[in-house]
Structure formats: structure tokens, C-alpha cells
């Protein structure tokens, strides 16, 4: 059991940058694909980014493209997202997410979910 615990949200203004990060209990956090989903109400959580288990491979949805980071410390088990340039439309709840198959976009194949922080862009 893995457990996957948020942090780094806040109120930012257009243009600003925050750091996300996320936590994760037990051993294996190093076996598993890491990724970051965001949800905003009434719409379906969206993809976007992962990491792979040794950081050697990334992926970003196009609306993040050059402006977020995803990186991974298998020591600290941490998992980090530094947005940058963030505009209005990055308003949402940021989820962490992992498992041993999860790769890209596909939730489906991510076993673990945090409780997700709270990220608002101001305009």
C-alpha cells in the first residue's frame, strides 16, 4: 500500500510559480510511475504530466508544454511539479498518482491518488 500525500498549493498571481509537491509512503515508490492530474467542478480530471520510475522518461499534456516540470527524488520519495507561467486556466485541484504500470496520460493504469491540493491563478 502506497500512500500519497499533496502539498505547495496556494493563490498565485498570473504569471507566478509554485512548486508542488508529493510524498509517498513505502518502500517501492522508486518501482512506480508518477504522474500529476488536475480537476476543476464539473469537468472530468485531466492529464498533466509523468514521470517514469527512474525520471529518465517525461510527459506533458500541450497546455503545460514549457511551462511545467515534473521531476522525482527516489530518495526523498518525493515527486515534484514546478509550474511556471501559470495563467487562470491552471485553476484547479492537482492530484499525485503512481503505480507499477502507470505511464502517460491513461489513469486508469495509476493504483495510488493523494488527497490533491488546491492551485488558483489569479488574473
Known amino acids: 500500500q502506497v500512500q500519497l500525500v499533496e502539498s505547495g498549493g496556494g493563490l498565485v498571481q498570473t504569471g507566478g510559480s509554485l512548486r508542488l509537491s508529493c510524498a509517498a509512503s513505502?518502500?517501492?515508490?522508486?518501482?512506480?510511475?508518477m504522474g500529476w492530474f488536475r480537476q476543476t467542478p464539473g469537468k472530468e480530471r485531466e492529464f498533466v504530466a509523468a514521470?517514469?520510475?527512474?525520471?529518465?522518461?517525461?510527459d506533458y499534456a500541450d497546455s503545460v508544454k514549457g511551462r511545467f516540470a515534473i521531476s522525482r527524488d527516489n530518495v526523498k520519495n518525493t515527486v515534484y511539479l514546478q509550474m511556471n507561467s501559470l495563467k487562470p486556466e491552471d485553476t484547479a485541484v492537482y492530484y499525485c498518482?503512481?503505480?507499477?504500470?502507470?505511464?502517460?496520460?491513461?489513469?486508469?493504469?495509476?493504483?495510488?491518488w493523494g488527497q490533491g491540493t488546491q492551485v488558483t491563478v489569479s488574473s
Open positions: 514521470i517514469s520510475w527512474s525520471g529518465g522518461s517525461t
Open positions: 513505502g518502500r517501492t515508490f522508486s518501482r512506480y510511475g
Open positions: 498518482a503512481g503505480g507499477v504500470w502507470a505511464a502517460g496520460s491513461r489513469s486508469d493504469k495509476y493504483d495510488y
